[in-house]
C-alpha cells in the first residue's frame, strides 16, 4: 500500500494532522517530514523494528554512522547524554531552535542499536514547527537522517512530489509542506571540550563559536 501523501500548513500545522502522524509513529511507522533544513525521514528512537527498517531503506548502519536526534527543545538532552558542560549547553541554548545539529557524548539511555563505537549522538532542535510539534506528541525524539538525492550534482530533494515518487512504496506517510531547503545543518562536535566545526551548513558559525 503506497505511502499517504498528507498536506500540512508549515507555520499553521493542523492538530489533527499532526496527530495522525505521530499515530503512525507510535504504530512503529516511518516517515518523511520537513526540517528548518532539508527534508528528513524518521522515526521513534525506542521502536527497533522501525529503526532498522529506516536504515535499510537509507542503506545507512546505525552502529557506523552519527544519526540525529530530533528533539521539541534542549529538555531531552540530559536523559540521552553524559558529561554535558556547562558552556556546551549554554551554546546550544543560544543556537536552537536552529539549523545546527550538536554531536554530544552519549549515555546508556540511548536505545542500544544506535550506540556507534564512538558513543555519541547528534542532536537537532529544528526551527520547523511541524517537526518539532511531532516530536512535542511522541513525547520523545526522532530519529533522523537527510533525504538525500540520487543525483550526483543535486545533494538534497527539495520537491516533496518527487520525495513521494521515490519514497512511496518504502514509508508510511510522506508530509507535503512546500519545497524544502538543500543545505544540510551545520555539525558542531562537543565532545571534548572545546566546541569544533566538523561541517559548515546553513547554520552561520560567525557569532557561535
Do not use: W
Not at 16 to 45: A, H
Not at 87 to 112: D, H, Q, R, S, W
Amino acid at each position: 500500500m503506497p505511502a499517504e501523501f498528507l498536506a500540512i500548513h508549515p507555520t499553521t500545522p493542523q492538530p489533527q494532522r499532526i496527530s495522525k502522524v505521530v499515530e503512525v509513529l507510535k504504530n512503529g511507522g516511518i516517515i518523511i517530514y520537513p526540517t528548518d533544513t532539508v527534508y528528513g525521514i524518521g522515526c521513534d528512537i525506542h521502536n527497533t523494528r522501525a529503526v532498522e527498517r529506516l536504515c535499510k531503506i537509507q542503506h545507512l548502519d546505525p552502529r557506523k554512522l552519527n544519526l540525529s536526534f530530533l528533539c521539541f527543545d534542549l529538555s531531552h538532552i540530559a536523559f540521552y547524554t553524559k558529561n554535558l558542560p556547562t558552556e556546551t549547553f549554554k551554546l546550544m541554548k543560544k543556537a536552537l531552535p536552529g539549523p545546527y545539529t550538536f554531536i554530544l557524548n552519549a549515555n546508556n539511555n540511548v536505545p542500544k542499536l544506535l550506540h556507534t563505537k564512538k558513543n555519541t549522538i547528534g542532536i537537532r532542535v529544528p526551527d520547523n514547527m511541524i517537526a518539532r510539534l511531532l516530536v512535542k506528541e511522541l513525547n520523545n525524539p526522532i530519529l533522523n537522517a537527510s533525504i538525500k538525492d540520487e543525483n550526483e550534482v543535486v545533494a538534497y530533494t527539495t520537491d516533496p512530489e518527487e520525495i513521494f515518487k521515490r519514497y512511496k512504496n518504502l514509508v508510511d506517510i510522506i508530509i507535503d509542506a512546500g519545497c524544502g531547503g538543500n543545505t544540510p545543518s551545520t555539525v558542531i562536535d562537543c565532545t571534548n571540550g572545546a566546541p569544533e566545526l566538523i561541517r559548515e551548513g546553513l547554520g552561520s558559525t560567525l557569532t557561535l563559536l
